[in-house]
């Protein structure tokens, strides 16, 4: 999985970009990357070496923007997948979060979609009204799946020097705090869209976090900051999640998807009614 690209280069924010917080940081990059030429050229084929086959986080403020990004990318091997963020800003219709409106989603994911020779992810932003409406639009637009969720707003103070705790002063929230907003997200989506792949994304850091991810109705997980302290995450995440395949005698982490058992139906095997 890359970063975020967007067409021309970013030079990024002030620093400090990340700022740690209860269960969490608080960060803000400014999504940094060279630009989309040399991210092909450069940034992609490394990530590509020994094999692998990414994908891609394509950003921008524009539909043209967005639709020049997927148009260099077609036709790529190493390039397994899109993933369209859209949390930034919307220069055109001037709206402060573009993919948090259904009409600017349906054009941006239906563009992007209709162009690309790959699987499509539309990453919902982090704090949106309605997730299942927006997946769902996503998903009619043309969009494989959905990634859940991007990083909602949040903001570090420093009370003792009475200034933020990063640069650009807001910025959003990542890690452990987050996890229980994604279960819910991806159990929301995966209910109302059960034949629609839902990747996690948001405060794994153990199989077991994967695991529940799983079991909410994810088909994949993404690893985020665990990696800023252990550069391994994803690997202990995998290794985590196949002891669990073992343990239940299934053969793929699909075989976890559907086993959350509703309440009513938990609570009576576990508490049976006395035999009459
Ligand atoms: C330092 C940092 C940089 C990030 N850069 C991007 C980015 O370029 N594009 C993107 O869609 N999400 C980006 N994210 C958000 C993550 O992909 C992820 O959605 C979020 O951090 C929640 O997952 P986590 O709790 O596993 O970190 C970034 C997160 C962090 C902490």
Redesign the pocket.
């Known amino acids: 999985m890359s970063?975020?690209i967007t067409v021309t280069e970013r030079v990024g924010s002030d620093v400090p970009r990340?700022a740690e917080s209860p269960a969490g940081?608080v960060?803000e990059?400014g999504?940094q990357n060279p630009g989309l030429d040399a991210f092909v050229s450069g940034e992609l084929l490394r990530l590509a070496r020994g094999g692998a086959r990414i994908i891609v986080?394509i950003g921008g403020e524009t539909l043209e923007e967005y639709v020049r990004m997927t148009s260099a990318l077609q036709g790529r091997p190493e390039v397994a997948a899109i993933e369209i963020?859209l949390s930034g800003r919307d220069d055109e219709l001037d709206r402060a979060v573009l993919g948090a409106h259904a009409d600017r989603l349906n054009e941006i994911v239906g563009a992007v979609a209709r162009m690309s020779l790959v699987p499509v992810f539309a990453?919902l932003p982090g704090a949106c009204d309605d997730t299942v409406g927006l997946a769902r639009t996503a998903v009619r637009a043309g969009a494989t799946g959905v990634t859940l969720l991007?990083?909602p707003p949040a903001l570090g103070l420093e009370a003792t020097r009475d200034r933020p705790r990063i640069g650009i002063v807001t910025g959003w929230l990542?890690?452990p705090a987050?996890k229980p907003v994604t279960l819910r997200a991806v159990f929301d989506v995966a209910q109302a869209l059960p034949a629609v792949p839902v990747i996690a994304?948001?405060?794994?850091r153990t199989g077991e976090d994967a695991v529940e991810c799983l079991l909410a109705g994810a088909w994949a997980v993404?690893?985020?900051?665990?990696t800023?302290t252990d550069p391994a995450a994803a690997v202990t995440v995998a290794q985590g999640i196949i002891r669990r395949l073992k343990t239940a005698g299934l053969a793929s982490p699909a075989g976890l998807r559907g086993l959350l058992r509703p309440a009513e139906h938990a609570a009576a095997e576990e508490n049976p009614a006395p035999a009459p």
Do not use: D, F, N, Y
């Open positions: 970063r975020t990340i940081i960060w990059t999504l986080s963020h990453k991007a990083s990542s890690g987050l994304s948001g405060g794994v993404q690893v985020g900051t665990a800023l």
